[in-house]
């Protein structure tokens, strides 16, 4: 059964910090890659970051690079995303995927689950 379930998400001035979780199913989470995906209202939805579960190999999207880290914790099934220096422009919904099944994984159509997301707002 897979499940994946987001928190963590809130409201924070800018220059703030976050940290966003996902906890998985022991089963999704062995899908050895997980990522952070964000969608801002009339915009698309798009990669922030990924990390693979297993070897721990991660990658960011520019926007977000030197601000935001994954991070992962294989005994709770759980992948994290510290988000420091926020900005106005991260306000988004944040997202949770898992099991990358190829291509660009700042495409969100590669990957194959989802969790229902939390809200991060930037003012």
């Known amino acids: 059964h897979v499940q994946l379930v987001e928190s963590g998400g809130g409201s924070v001035q800018a220059g703030g910090s976050l940290r966003l979780s996902c906890s998985a199913s022991?089963?999704?989470?062995?899908?050895?890659?997980m990522g952070w995906f964000r969608q801002a209202p009339g915009k698309e939805r798009e990669g922030v970051t990924y990390?693979?579960?297993?070897?721990?190999?991660?990658g960011y999207a520019d926007a977000v690079k030197g601000r935001f880290t994954i991070s992962k914790d294989n005994a709770k099934n759980t992948v994290y995303l510290q988000m420091n220096s926020l900005k106005t422009e991260d306000t988004a919904m944040y997202y949770c995927a898992a099991q990358w099944t190829g291509g660009d994984w700042r495409i969100s159509w590669n990957f194959a689950y989802w969790g229902r997301g939390t809200q991060v707002t930037v003012s």
């Open positions: 990390v693979y579960t297993g070897g721990g190999n991660s």
């Open positions: 022991e089963d999704t989470y062995q899908t050895y890659c």
